[in-house]
Each structure stands twice: as C-alpha cells, then as structure tokens.
C-alpha cells in the first residue's frame, strides 16, 4: 500500500521556508509533500494532498526534489531503506565535482560551507540544510557542514542545532533524542532573535486564522508540475 500517491498534475508551491520554522514547524527542510504515516517522522499534516512544498531557494531542484519525495511512495518499508534507495537510484555516477566552498574553524569544530545541490545529486540526496560527522558517514566527524543555498537569516540556527545534537550525541544519546533536543535549542533561539512563535504559545500571531489566509501569507510562488509516468 502507497504511503504517499504523487498525483500526475502536481502542484508545485514555493514557499518562505524560513517563515514556516518560525511559525508553523520548525523540523520543515527544503521540500515535503502531504504524509499522515504515524509509524514515520516526516510527518506534515498541514500541506494539501495534492501539493509539494518547496523552499523557494531550492527552486532550480524541483524536478529533483519531486522525485525524492515520491519514493515515499511505493516504499513501505525503514526510512533508512528508503534512503538508500534513493542514493543507489537517483545519485549520478563518476567523479563528483567539488563541493567544499568556504571553511573556517568556530571553537573546536570546521565549518564547511558546501554545495548542497552537488551533494544531493552525487552523494545523499537527503542531505539539507547541514549536518555533521556523527549522523552522516560522508562527514568527517569534527565537521559541521552547511548548505550555501539556505537562506543567511537561517545559518546561526543550523549551527546551534548541529552543534547540541553532536554535543548530546558524542555523551551517547541516539540520534532521535539529540535531534529533539536541538530542535528545542533552535525554537527558543528564534522566539530570542526572531520573535517567533509557535502554535500553543501565548503569543502566536496566527490564532484565529484560517489555513488558507495562514498558507498565503508563506506562499512565493505556484505552478502545476505534469509528474512524467
């Protein structure tokens, strides 16, 4: 049984990622469509059925952000079969260009800033955002990689994040629970720097709003997408 059916004439929503995890889910990456699987993490109720959302700084990977999503589709099975999947299928052959565009060292730890469009196409195409050295293999692990595509607005949040989450990780927690963790560092980051706010605080601003009014207020851009069959 599918766990997400991709319909033929897909709508294509760009929007304000950035606005998004300041608002409404902190854990939304570059692109996800409709998923209400209980047994998986990527849940995301709020997006309509027939949509993918895509961070608008991402739009030149459409075609290969759509495709990642659809392996959602006929894999019932671990997500990290489903990523390896789609490594093995959709990840180009041969020497892969270089990648690494900027590195300094911050404390003990080298930022990378690196081509993100390059790494998902020839390495892991769920790599977003950043990462570091305990959670994907290709990292050495006293790195933290981050993508050059990300919004600016968005760096001090990814390096706070992949910093707690190594920093629990390297004291022996799992992945899940440091992931948890970070995003709450990340959350009360934002509502510090940013005022943001979540649904559930006092002071959401969004109370009261319909889904459509709250949609078009991080929509960038739309258009219908014909999935080849």
């Known amino acids: ?6 319909p033929k004439n897909l709508k294509v929503v760009y929007v304000d990622g950035f606005k998004i995890r300041n ?24 997006i309509p059925k027939d949509e993918i959302w895509i961070d608008y700084h991402y739009r030149n990977e459409t075609e290969f952000l759509i495709k990642t999503q659809h392996y959602f589709s006929f894999s ?5 079969h489903i990523r390896n999947l789609m490594k093995k299928e959709l990840c180009k052959k041969g020497p892969v260009p270089d ?19 390059v790494l998902r196409e020839y390495i892991d195409p769920e790599f977003v955002m950043g990462g570091h050295g305990l959670v994907y293999s290709y990292i050495p692990e006293n790195e933290i990689w981050i993508d050059v595509k990300v919004d600016l607005k968005e760096v001090p949040y990814i390096l706070l994040h992949e910093r707690v989450e190594y920093d629990l990780m390297k004291k022996g927690k799992s992945y899940d629970v440091a992931h948890e963790y970070a995003v709450v560092a990340d959350k009360e980051e934002r509502r510090k ?4 706010s979540y649904a559930g605080d006092y002071n959401y601003p969004w109370y009261g ?21």
Not at 211 to 222: H, P
């Open 1 to 6: 049984m599918p766990l997400i059916k991709i």
């Open 23 to 46: 608002h409404i889910d902190d854990d939304f990456a570059i692109a996800h469509v409709f998923f209400d699987e209980l047994c998986y993490f990527p849940k995301k109720f709020y």
């Open 76 to 80: 019932a099975k671990s997500y990290l």
């Open 99 to 117: 990648f690494k565009l900027k590195i300094f060292r911050k404390d003990s730890k080298k930022i990378v800033y690196v081509d993100g469009k």
């Open 193 to 196: 720097r940013t005022g943001a």
């Open 209 to 229: 709003q319909s889904n459509k009014k709250i949609i078009k207020k991080i929509t960038v851009s739309q258009k219908i997408w014909k999935i080849k069959s």
